[in-house]
C-alpha cells in the first residue's frame, strides 16, 4: 500500500475556507473515480507550521494512482473546484510513502 500525502501552505486566515474547498474536491473525486481503489482524508495541522491542510490519499500502488490521476485531473467539475482552491494556497509538495507493517 502507498500512502500520498497532498501537503499545502494557506494564505493566512483561509484555512476554513480551504478545508470547505477540499471537501467539495473530495465528493467530486469519488464521483469522478467511482470504483477507483482508493481512499482519502484531509488533514489539518495542530502543531507545525500554521495553516497546513493535507489531502491524504491510500492506494494499492503508485499504478493505481498513474492510472487515475489523468482522469481526475480532466474532470471539468474537480478542475473548476481546484482554480478556486489555488489562489487560497500559497505553496505545497506531495509526500509518497510505502506502508511496512
Do not use: C
Request: no cysteine; proline share 4%; net charge neutral.
Amino acid at each position: 500500500m502507498i500512502v500520498i500525502r497532498n501537503v499545502f501552505q494557506l494564505k493566512f486566515g483561509k484555512a476554513r475556507e480551504a478545508v470547505a474547498l477540499m471537501r467539495e474536491s473530495l465528493a467530486i473525486q469519488k464521483r469522478a473515480l467511482a470504483g477507483a481503489d482508493f481512499s482519502a482524508r484531509i488533514l489539518t495541522d495542530v502543531t507545525g507550521p500554521f495553516y497546513t491542510l493535507v489531502l491524504e490519499l491510500t492506494v494499492p500502488n503508485l499504478a493505481t494512482f498513474e492510472t487515475y490521476t489523468p482522469r481526475l485531473f480532466s474532470d471539468k467539475e474537480w478542475q473548476a473546484s481546484y482554480q478556486k482552491m489555488t489562489p487560497l494556497v500559497e505553496s505545497g509538495h506531495r509526500e509518497v510513502f510505502t506502508i511496512v507493517d
